[in-house]
């Protein structure tokens, strides 16, 4: 577990530098991309999820943003 302390304005700010610094690091294969959590540095026991994660039919993970309305895909498109 590595904890990456950053300065961002909100939420949204920081679930975009995540997604931006998950999509950097897929190619390493100790990172688990899918268990990126944000969280306030006064409320660590409050995760908020940064993909969605869900395992699809075809036993892939769904690559899109947490909470996403669209139907659950192993490609997050923009």
Do not use: K, N, Y
Not at 23 to 48: F, K, M, N, W, Y
Not at 50 to 73: K, L, T, Y
């Amino acid at each position: 577990m590595i904890h990456l302390p950053v300065a961002v304005a909100d939420l949204a700010g920081a679930l975009d530098l995540a997604r931006t610094l998950a999509r950097s690091l897929t190619s390493t294969p100790q990172v688990d991309v899918a268990g990126i959590t944000v969280s306030e540095e006064d409320a660590q026991h409050v995760h908020h999820w940064v993909f969605c994660d869900r395992i699809m039919p075809d036993r892939r993970r769904c690559a899109r943003q947490a909470d996403h309305d669209e139907a659950c895909s192993p490609v997050d498109d923009p």
